[in-house]
């Protein structure tokens, strides 16, 4: 079930004897939709630094010590379900969906940005401080396309330390699921990948859809 407000996230339980760990969110995605039900542990990306995974040389510390320690921290994970332009078969992630202007279109600073986060990390930016990634939702940024420059770059400096909301063309909400449609064709990215272009996205969280350990 997914976590309610209040309630401790997570368990510990005796480590899993072919326990296989991944380094990002993209190879996390890849593990999960493949064949091998070998359990997985997370080591690196956005959703491991949720998870509390932070430096490198804690995750590699981690590591060894994961291999060696009886036990292991167990959590329920969600997922994203995202179709590009009404798409039949759902693309996965795992720790966030970016939708922004191309970069001959000025990238990040100019048009509409939407931000659609499991995870509260992008990289070092610290953009869903309240996410939590098995509270059956997600959080959802959306910047105005009429935000300035200035304001943007402002906004980028405060992601490190989760200070760029409140902000008038910054708009915020929880979702289980919803669409969205754009004036022009988006960017789609989803775990840091580019999957493709689109001027609809929709998202839908699949609640406890996964087992990571820590």
Same mark, same amino acid.
């Given at each position: 079930?997914?976590?309610?407000?209040?309630?401790?996230?997570?368990?510990?339980?005796?480590?899993?004897?072919?326990?296989?760990?991944?380094?990002?969110?993209?190879?996390?995605?890849?593990?999960?939709?493949?064949?091998?039900?070998?359990?997985?542990?997370?080591?690196?990306?956005?959703?491991?630094?949720?998870?509390?995974?932070?430096?490198?040389?804690?995750?590699?510390?981690?590591?060894?010590?994961?291999?060696?320690?009886?036990?292991?921290?167990?959590?329920?994970?969600?997922? !994203? +379900? /995202?179709? =590009? &332009? #009404?798409?039949?078969?759902?693309?996965?992630?795992?720790?966030? *969906?970016?939708? @922004?202007?191309?970069?001959?279109?000025?990238?990040?600073?100019?048009?509409?940005?939407?931000?659609?986060?499991?995870?509260?990390?992008?990289?070092?930016?610290?953009?869903?401080?309240?996410?939590?990634?098995?509270?059956?939702?997600?959080?959802?940024?959306?910047?105005?396309?009429?935000?300035?420059?200035?304001?943007?770059?402002?906004?980028?400096?405060?992601?490190?330390?989760?200070?760029?909301?409140?902000?008038?063309?910054?708009?915020?909400?929880?979702?289980?699921?919803?669409?969205?449609?754009?004036?022009?064709? !988006? +960017? /789609?990215? =989803? &775990? #840091?990948?580019?999957?493709?272009?689109?001027?609809?996205?929709? *998202?839908?969280? @699949?609640?406890?859809?996964?087992?990571?350990?820590?």
């Amino acid at each position: 079930m997914t976590i309610k407000p209040g309630e401790a996230w997570g368990r510990q339980v005796p480590r899993p004897h072919d326990l296989v760990t991944v380094r990002s969110d993209q190879e996390l995605v890849a593990a999960l939709a493949g064949s091998d039900d070998r359990p997985i542990a997370v080591g690196s990306g956005d959703l491991a630094r949720t998870l509390g995974v932070t430096s490198s040389n804690e995750r590699a510390s981690n590591e060894r010590a994961s291999n060696e320690r009886a036990s292991v921290n167990e959590f329920a994970i969600d997922l !994203l +379900d /995202v179709r =590009l &332009d #009404g798409a039949s078969e759902p693309i996965v992630a795992c720790a966030h *969906v970016v939708a @922004r202007s191309r970069w001959r279109r000025g990238h990040w600073l100019s048009g509409p940005i939407l931000a659609v986060m499991n995870a509260e990390f992008i990289g070092e930016w610290e953009v869903a401080p309240r996410g939590h990634p098995n509270d059956g939702r997600a959080e959802v940024f959306d910047v105005d396309a009429a935000m300035s420059v200035r304001h943007r770059l402002a906004a980028r400096r405060r992601l490190r330390n989760a200070t760029h909301i409140p902000h008038p063309l910054i708009s915020t909400r929880s979702i289980r699921t919803a669409t969205w449609t754009f004036p022009r064709p !988006l +960017d /789609v990215i =989803l &775990d #840091g990948r580019r999957v493709g272009r689109a001027t609809t996205l929709t *998202v839908d969280v @699949r609640p406890d859809a996964a087992i990571v350990y820590v």
